[in-house]
């Protein structure tokens, strides 16, 4: 995190290294509030001490203090080929392509990004962002 320019200047309920831990969360449960994700990451450590005061607004303003240079780092500093030469078949490296559509907010700035489906002159629906991965 301190690589990213996001070091702690004073302790906090939530940590920025919790954050991290709760985004990544939030893409394990892509259905559940943020409420929920915060209960099942709870359930999985039992050394966690109760948060009365945690709410969405608090897990809303952790995020934004976190910021995406830190996940970006955090991706950049894992994300490498995880076969080794040896390992290539017929001299390749073999790998999946898979894709998506997820239904983003209906803001003006999505409508731009992504546009919604339908024709120009009735657009229906909710924009939709195209994600696209690659797996080795």
């Known amino acids: 995190m301190g690589e990213a320019g996001r070091s702690e200047k004073r302790r ?3 940590s920025a290294r919790f ?3 709760f985004v990544l969360a939030m893409c394990l449960f892509p259905q559940a509030d ?4 915060l209960r099942l ?3 999985g450590d039992k050394g966690l001490r109760s948060w009365p005061g945690v709410n969405k607004s608090s897990l809303t303003r952790a995020r ?10 955090l991706f950049q500093s ?3 080929p995880l076969g ?5 078949f017929r001299g390749l490296r073999v790998l999946a392509l898979d894709g998506m559509l997820l239904a983003v ?5 999505n409508n731009d990004a992504f546009g919604k489906s339908g024709s120009h002159r009735s657009p229906m629906g909710y924009p939709q962002a195209r994600v696209v991965a690659v797996a080795e």
């Open 12 to 14: 906090r309920l939530l």
């Open 41 to 43: 990451v709870k359930t």
């Open 78 to 80: 894992v994300a490498r």
């Open 105 to 109: 907010p209906d803001s003006a700035g």
């Open 64 to 73: 934004q203090r976190l910021g995406w240079p830190v996940m970006r780092e």
């Open 34 to 37: 943020y409420l929920e994700v």
């Open 19 to 21: 954050t991290v831990y």
């Open 84 to 88: 080794a030469d040896c390992e290539l």
